[in-house]
């Protein structure tokens, strides 16, 4: 169960920090000034527990056993010490890709399967050795999308692991326009991010493998549709669940009959909440404030944040499903744009739940069903925009889905995002085109 947030929508600071406090009591305070290694650990620690909203300045000094007075006068404010964080965490990120540097290097260029298997290597390293900064970098990733003041100090750990990435898709015999446009790397992030919360589920494992071998395959099915077949099965498999019937809440709640004019409103702005900020910025005053009521009245309806979670989830589920019914790209933009706003991103909305059920484990099922279902609109959508390619299927639109959604997730909306979208959609396109 996702944990009650009070009707009085206590401030982050204070709930993160008793949080923080409960699971991690504070050693002695000091006045030494505490190393970047030290600060990464703890950072490290506290965004595992609670996410990158909990790393505020008085729980990673309580964390660290000094005064937020000690840490201020020695790194500045808190994009500072944020960028502290990043700078220790890319040298300890560049010690643990080396190793795969230097296998790489001794390899040269990497045939299919070789480069299929070593692609999932290293996602499982990184989600188990590399965890901790892993989560982190997740994170920082996301939030980098809202929050410029973010972005100059995490710039440099971001452009490591992409070049990481990238010289693994050179190797590989990838065409360069994917990895230029940002697709491979999406592809990377997207994978990641669903191992995060999803490495525990044996059909999950296996349907990235497929993925993977796919891929690197050249991404359209071949003679054997065994792997087609295959990834049939695990997709009924992940998708355990319809989203927004069976997720505990009553058709009241969501907006549906029987309940309030504004319920419905409310539940679209969980869901807006949700692709925007993630989880941990889907709070009772954000809602209330989106729908011009007072947040009691929301907070007696939806009394705890899994019942803001729950109202947003089912809200996306229902553009899910319009998505997967477009069939074509027109139809499809017209069906994620809400008659009274902004259009609701499902590939953002996806990813910031994945990144929740990291450390949410009660989410991890609804994450399932989003990754089983990525891209099942894609197949149709391309059977219509590319007629003259052969062997998309619908574990190749998946494949292609998977870098568009990482890609979306690391670009600010509004400032060139859908451009960027739809010129690596483009070169997905050109590709599949070359290889039909």
Not at 175 to 191: D, Q
Not at 211 to 227: E, K, Y
Not at 400 to 424: C, F, H, K, M, R
């Amino acid at each position: 169960m996702i944990e009650p947030v009070a009707a009085s929508d206590t401030a982050p600071d204070a709930a993160n920090s008793a949080a923080t406090s409960a699971a991690h009591p504070a050693p002695p305070s000091r006045r030494k000034t505490p190393q970047p290694g030290d600060l990464l650990a703890a950072a490290c620690r506290i965004v595992d527990a609670g996410g990158l909203a909990g790393l505020t300045l008085r729980p990673l000094a309580k964390t660290l056993g000094v005064s937020v007075t000690v840490l201020t006068n020695h790194y500045g404010g808190r994009a500072d010490i944020l960028a502290a964080i990043c700078r220790a965490a890319a040298e300890r990120d560049a010690a643990l890709l080396d190793g795969w540097r230097s296998m790489l290097a001794a390899l040269g260029a990497l045939p299919p399967g070789v480069a299929a298997s070593l692609a999932e290597a290293i996602l499982d390293d990184l989600s188990t050795s590399g965890r901790g900064l892993s989560v982190l970098y997740l994170e920082c990733l996301h939030a980098c999308t809202w929050d410029a003041a973010l972005r100059p100090g995490f710039a440099g750990w971001a452009g490591l692991r992409r070049a990481f990435w990238d010289d693994f898709a050179g190797r590989a015999g990838l065409p360069a326009p994917l990895l230029a446009c940002g697709w491979w790397h999406g592809y990377a992030i997207a994978e990641l991010a669903y191992g995060m919360a999803l490495d525990g589920d044996a059909s999950y494992r296996l349907l990235r493998r497929l993925g993977v071998q796919r891929l690197f395959a050249g991404a359209v099915a071949g003679p054997d549709a065994a792997d087609g077949i295959l990834f049939g099965m695990l997709r009924e498999r992940l998708c355990r669940d319809d989203i927004g019937h069976d997720l505990g809440g009553d058709a009241g709640k969501l907006g549906e009959a029987g309940g309030p004019a504004w319920a419905a409103q409310a539940a679209r702005a969980c869901g807006m909440q949700l692709a925007e900020r993630g989880v941990d910025g889907l709070t009772h005053r954000a809602v209330a404030a989106a729908i011009g009521i007072a947040h009691t009245t929301l907070s007696y309806r939806f009394p705890t944040q899994r019942d803001l979670v729950i109202a947003g989830l089912a809200y996306i589920a229902r553009h899910i499903r319009a998505a997967v019914e477009a069939d074509s790209l027109a139809e499809l933009q017209r069906r994620r744009t809400v008659a009274d706003g902004p259009r609701l991103d499902l590939a953002r909305a996806s990813f910031a739940v994945a990144l929740a059920a990291a450390r949410l484990p009660e989410l991890a099922r609804h994450t399932g069903t989003m990754r089983g279902r990525r891209g099942a609109n894609l197949a149709t959508v391309f059977a219509r925009y590319l007629p003259e390619a052969r062997g998309i299927d619908p574990l190749c639109a998946q494949v292609i889905s998977l870098g568009l959604t990482g890609l979306t997730n690391t670009l600010p909306p509004g400032t060139g995002a859908d451009e960027a979208v739809a010129a690596a959609y483009r070169a997905a396109g050109e590709w599949l085109r070359g290889r039909g």
